[in-house]
């Protein structure tokens, strides 16, 4: 009788959500997961206290020029003498600020145009897809050229720019995660019951789709990371900020006469953008892990 009980209950009432803490949790049992938030975290202490933890600034020269990595300066000099690590430790903070503020904003706003699309249907979800859609398509990388063309090249516009362009796949997941939801039979009980479409949307819809929000942010936070790399290896990006892209552009010249200069940003940048896709891999694969 009584898992008869429990039975009807969980069907009725509402699925319960996976909160952030217990998803992380639960992404940490796996390697994929683990490895992911590894490296993520990683990259997140360094972007916190990397300026802390740098042993000098790095505009300002502070050995020889192109010195191998060795005591005093571990990961070696640039052409003009400024310490390699100190841009590295420098670059994450960059790195974490691009990714960070881009995925916070896509989640935002992606969020709150996929539920309203998702929760409403009819002339509202038509029209905000159309403009879903639009966004979507336009080439983020050459719009971001054509901004730093414009306006010259600022962290601050990359950073708005990326936050503006990223969340139509948010959007689209969770507008498909609301669709399902709004027909369960305790969405449709509440709103029976007179309870207000915010209350509704806040209490019983939007957790549920806090989970595939954290997916969708970790690949973006690695994307933005990655498209603000390229576009200061092109010369495009904020010259006033150390970044690991900004780093590999000075280090084209010296490829083969002083490979540190490129090896150390290089391998940051790669381990940044694995990380955060290992993570995403986890959150998934948590996500959709089966709970007793």
């Known amino acids: 009788m009584s898992a008869t009980a429990g039975a009807t209950g969980s069907a009725a009432g509402p699925a319960r959500s996976t909160g952030p803490v217990r998803l992380l949790r639960s992404v940490a049992r796996s390697r994929i997961g683990a490895l992911g938030l590894a490296l993520s975290g990683v990259v997140v202490v360094l972007g916190l206290f990397g300026g802390a933890l740098a042993p000098a600034d790095p505009f300002v020269p502070t050995g020889a020029p192109l010195r191998p990595p060795g005591a005093g300066h571990l990961f070696g000099t640039d052409d003009l003498g400024r310490d390699i690590l100190s841009g590295v430790l420098h670059g994450a903070r960059v790195s974490l600020l691009v990714g960070a503020v881009t995925a916070l904003m896509a989640a935002v706003v992606g969020t709150a145009v996929g539920a309203t699309a998702g929760f409403y249907g009819g002339a509202t979800d038509d029209l905000l897809m159309r403009v879903t859609e639009f966004v979507q398509v336009i080439p983020r990388f050459f719009l971001a050229v054509l901004v730093a063309a414009l306006f010259g090249p600022s962290i601050v516009f990359l950073v708005v720019l990326f936050g503006l362009t990223f969340w139509p796949g948010t959007a689209r997941l969770v507008r498909s995660q609301v669709l399902s ?4 039979e305790y969405i449709v009980a509440a709103r029976a019951l007179g309870l207000r479409d915010r209350r509704v949307l806040a209490r019983h819809v939007l957790p549920n789709v806090v989970a595939i929000v ?13 498209i603000e790399a390229s576009l200061s290896f092109l010369g495009l990006g904020d010259r006033t900020v150390i970044s690991w892209g900004y780093m590999l552009n000075n280090a084209q010249p010296f490829l083969r006469s002083a490979p540190w200069l490129s090896i150390f940003p290089g391998i940051a940048l790669v381990l940044a953008v694995l990380g955060t896709n290992l993570l995403a891999d986890g959150l998934q694969a948590a996500r959709d892990r089966p709970r007793a």
């Open 181 to 184: 939801l709004r027909e369960r």
């Open 214 to 226: 954290l997916v969708s942010g970790a690949l973006q936070v690695g994307a933005a990371i990655l």
